[in-house]
């Protein structure tokens, strides 16, 4: 399924969306679907660490006396006591709650800040439709993700001073190679490490001291072939493959049209299939409660979607669990291709590379109880699992369900010649699955 309700939203103007990516010099940003090998770099974040580039991302100047205004406006996040050098998971909603756009910010001063991500495309619009005493610049800046027991050694050995006391969420200033770079500790692997963020112009200089510096520790470069294990394994879900942005109603034409303008990424074509059967593509949306982002919120101040947050938070129907597929049920998906007769579908390894939503319905007594996404195997943990939107009476850890695995009967899904659906066992297991260890204490790290 295409989620783009917008015909005109075509040929021409996705060339022209790809052409502002591709003029950009930052060559990290197009990562390739493997650099060693995906078991490789899986251990990387384990075992030593890793680097890995978000540079395609946006990123946003933000700054004037209006600023946090606009920002406690959007989101669900509390801007009371919030310290210069401070980051913050921004998550910003509808009026239904529903998920429009999340991604890092950090305050880099009184009235200044830097939003990395979707959100700086729905903050520059409501500041341009708004009355704001605010300015904000969209900027070519660079993005690496430098995460694993080891990162802390790399920027050590790279740094001009070290970055032991900064605190989780917290960022401070260091120089890499010449090049003024802000630290943020952050990231998606559940281990300790940092987001670096710089001029793009300087990307390279920067990408090649980072590995020049951590060979001596085991880096490994992150393909996009296998980052996507990090969020699983961390319990982190993520746009287009865990839910769709909350974009696609008519009170939101206005603003596909300023992403259509503004967007070095294509923002809003979803690619969307599974066994889940959908009348809407509003039945993808997804609120922070189900996507375990209700703890980042507080209700100390106005903000869209609050009254329907609100509701939601005192009576919760659906909750984010991690499931663990059934080891017999997974080899027996990839045992159908070497027989006679209908296959399932493919699982691809490690985790589905075309950038899509894959939505597959989770059953208890053959009732509808949740909806999976994000379908990965993980080497470490030799354990295929995935996310999964369940109802609360059916979240315990332990609670056995079935996905069913394969494509609905919606016209609008792909369909294979002689593809049949199967039903997985599966069992909900703790989230996040792996041990989150980003809040250690620096200062007693080796």
């Not at 943020?184 to 112009?201: A, I, K, N, T, Y």
């Not at 005192?314 to 909750?319: D, G, I, S, T, Y």
């Amino acid at each position: 399924m295409d989620t783009d309700p917008d015909s005109e939203f075509g040929g021409e103007r996705v060339v022209d969306v790809m052409r502002r990516v591709n003029r950009r010099e930052d060559f990290s940003a197009r990562r390739p679907s493997q650099y060693t090998n995906w078991i490789d770099e899986q251990l990387s974040w384990k075992e030593t660490c890793y680097v890995g580039s978000w540079s395609t991302f946006a990123n946003l100047k933000l700054e004037g006396p209006d600023a946090v205004a606009l920002l406690a406006d959007l989101s669900i996040n509390s801007f009371a006591d919030y310290p210069v050098g401070g980051g913050k998971h921004l998550v910003q909603c509808d009026e239904d709650a529903n998920v429009v756009a999340e991604g890092v910010l950090v305050r880099e001063g009184e009235e200044r800040f830097v939003v990395h991500g979707v959100p700086c495309y729905w903050t520059a619009y409501n500041l341009e439709n708004g009355d704001y005493d605010a300015t904000a610049e969209f900027r070519d800046t660079f993005n690496y993700g430098i995460q694993g027991p080891n990162s802390l050694k790399v920027l050590d050995a790279l740094a001009d001073h070290s970055l032991r006391e900064v605190g989780f969420m917290r960022s401070g200033p260091i120089e890499i190679a010449g090049v003024d770079v802000t630290a943020v500790r952050f990231g998606m692997s559940g281990e300790v490490g940092f987001e670096l963020h710089g001029p793009g112009e300087h990307s390279e200089r920067v990408w090649n001291a980072i590995l020049e510096a951590g060979e001596e520790y085991g880096i490994r470069r992150l393909s996009s072939g296998t980052s996507s294990i990090n969020q699983l394994e961390a319990g982190i879900p993520s746009r287009v493959r865990d839910f769709v942005s909350a974009i696609f109603g008519e009170e939101m034409a206005d603003y596909r049209a300023f992403l259509r303008e503004h967007q070095t990424r294509d923002l809003i074509t979803h690619a969307v299939e599974g066994s889940v059967e959908a009348d809407d593509i509003s039945d993808y949306y997804r609120t922070p409660v189900e996507l375990g982002w209700d703890r980042y919120t507080k209700f100390d101040h106005d903000f869209v979607g609050r009254e329907a947050l609100e509701a939601e938070v005192e009576n919760p129907q659906r909750v984010l669990a991690t499931l663990e597929w059934n080891d017999e049920d997974v080899v027996d998906a990839y045992a159908s291709l070497f027989r006679e007769g209908p296959t399932f579908k493919y699982m691809e390894m490690p985790h589905q590379q075309k950038r899509s939503m894959i939505a597959d319905r989770v059953l208890v007594d053959g009732e509808d109880v949740g909806v999976a996404t994000m379908r990965g195997y993980s080497y470490y943990f030799r354990q295929m699992l995935s996310l999964c939107t369940i109802d609360v009476e059916h979240s315990d850890v332990g609670t056995e369900v079935t996905v069913l695995w394969g494509e609905g009967e919606n016209p609008a899904s792909p369909t294979v010649e002689d593809h049949v659906r199967t039903e997985v066992r599966a069992t909900v297991a703790r989230t996040p699955y792996k041990e989150d260890r980003r809040r250690a204490n620096l200062a007693e790290s080796e």
